[in-house]
């Protein structure tokens, strides 16, 4: 078998191949994301292929059964409302997040639930030695003999291991410490983390293994590596919130096995990740009593509405340009509304500084928050609070309207629960939901324009 090397440059951003380099990548068009690398040209391994050609069957579409019943719980509702009802057999998870948010402690806690069910599974680490696992581990509790350690970065031996063991489920930590022999070029890089994926997902599929693997990610938030590597998965978990806070969000960016809408919210403690499992209450907790430009919103997280607070202050501006800043919502949104605001309702905000902010560091970017952040500023500008028993939330348009929302007999029911008593909504789902919704115990009041949401404070 004839070997050789040579250079060639990957896109960092989205693993597109070129013989040179190149300033601007034609694929995703990002620039200097060109990096140069050494990899093998040897003639194919014939044993290989001709390995997966031999178990490869053709079968009829009608002959394969499903059931919900396949799924594997975890045993952590976030995390199965996250993947859509449990864990997938076959399924290949990519768990990504900043440094200390919580990824290997969350994992454990998943190998701990499923041991414990007698499930077989093995914890994969090129990070940590076994005493630093062990360490992390007594603090969660104690373990099963189902629950298997192996700190390696060979490929190769992995392989060899998993194929062994045949466990339920396997915990790759982390997929930028893997590398295989047959690649030149070195752990981490374009190349490494490629072939590893794509031998984790021949594995996956292959041997009907769970596999979960754990991403470090880059200053933007992505997956360090190519993006093609969340082309592979089947599944990409994002870890959400400041490690410094006790908090988590677990988001789901991608799943074929169910929505992608679903968020988890765990806090983290001394023991481990705890589920939270009213979000709401959790995010309203330590609100101010009769503030002005404080104004209760809601969101809907796949299927689950949650409550956050909006703040906003309005103040005098100091120079000749006003400032602006938004933190959990989008800033061009903000400027939009207040546009909005000095347009069709006729504050001078050009003379003001403004900061709109979301209470608990929980980002906000539906629609249904404009009316809220346009009720805040509003309020925040006359130094008016509004109600604390009261909820807000409706689409704002150019025109000042105030338009409809996606289910809102769901926002309603959770604000009930809180113990609200007035919500402020669209005009249109007002009278969408007169016959539907049960609405004891809370006021509903429709507007047609922001005006007339103002008004009402």
């Not at 790759?172 to 981490?188: F, K, L, R, W």
Request: hydrophobic share 40%; aromatic share 6%.
């Amino acid at each position: 078998m004839a070997k050789g090397k040579k250079s060639v440059y990957f896109c960092q951003n989205c693993g597109h191949e070129e013989s040179k380099w190149l300033g601007q990548c034609p694929m995703c068009r990002e620039w200097n994301t060109f990096v140069e690398e050494r990899v093998s040209t040897a003639v194919g391994s014939g044993t290989r292929r001709e390995k997966a050609g031999a178990s490869a069957e053709v079968v009829a579409l009608s002959s394969i059964r499903t059931d919900e019943d396949d799924r594997i719980w975890t045993g952590i509702g976030e995390l199965d409302r996250v993947l859509g009802g449990g864990i997938v057999p076959g399924s290949l998870v990519l768990v990504g997040g900043d440094p200390g948010i919580g990824k290997s402690t969350l994992l454990l806690q998943v190998c701990r639930q499923l041991s414990d069910r007698h499930k077989k599974v093995l914890y994969i680490s090129g990070e940590e030695s076994l005493k630093q696992i062990k360490l992390r581990a007594n603090r969660m509790g104690n373990f099963s003999d189902s629950l298997l350690l192996l700190c390696e970065t060979n490929l190769g031996q992995i392989r060899v291991a998993i194929e062994r063991q045949r466990p339920d489920m396997v915990v790759i930590d982390s997929i930028q410490t893997m590398y295989d022999e047959d690649v030149a070029s070195a752990p981490g890089s374009v190349s490494q983390v490629r072939e590893s994926t794509n031998v984790f997902m021949q594995l996956a599929k292959g041997l009907n293994i769970a596999v979960f693997i754990v991403g470090h990610v880059t200053k933007e938030g992505t997956v360090a590596g190519p993006r093609v590597l969340e082309h592979m998965v089947d599944t990409v978990l994002y870890f959400e919130g400041d490690r410094h806070a006790s908090y988590r969000i677990l988001r789901g960016v991608k799943n074929r096995f169910g929505s992608t809408n679903e968020i988890g919210v765990f806090e983290m403690r001394r023991e481990g990740l705890a589920e939270v499992e009213n979000p709401s209450e959790y995010m309203l907790s330590g609100r101010p009593e009769n503030a002005s430009g404080s104004v209760v919103a809601c969101a809907m997280e796949g299927t689950r509405p949650v409550l956050m607070e909006i703040q906003a202050l309005v103040c005098k501006t100091s120079f000749g340009m006003p400032r602006r800043t938004a933190a959990g919502v989008d800033y061009n949104r903000v400027n939009l509304l207040m546009a909005v605001l000095e347009k069709r309702v006729g504050l001078p905000l050009s003379d003001y500084d403004a900061y709109v902010n979301i209470a608990g560091g929980i980002r906000m970017n539906e629609p249904a928050a404009d009316l809220g952040i346009v009720m805040a500023i509003a309020s925040s500008y006359k130094n008016k609070p509004v109600p604390e028993d009261c909820i807000v939330f409706g689409e704002v348009g150019l025109s000042g309207e105030v338009r409809a929302v996606a289910m809102p007999e769901q926002r309603i029911a959770e604000a009930q629960k809180l113990g609200f008593r007035t919500c402020i909504i669209p005009e249109v789902s007002r009278k969408s939901i007169e016959d539907t919704a049960k609405t004891e115990g809370i006021k509903i009041i429709g507007v047609r324009t922001i005006n007339q949401a103002i008004g009402l404070i």
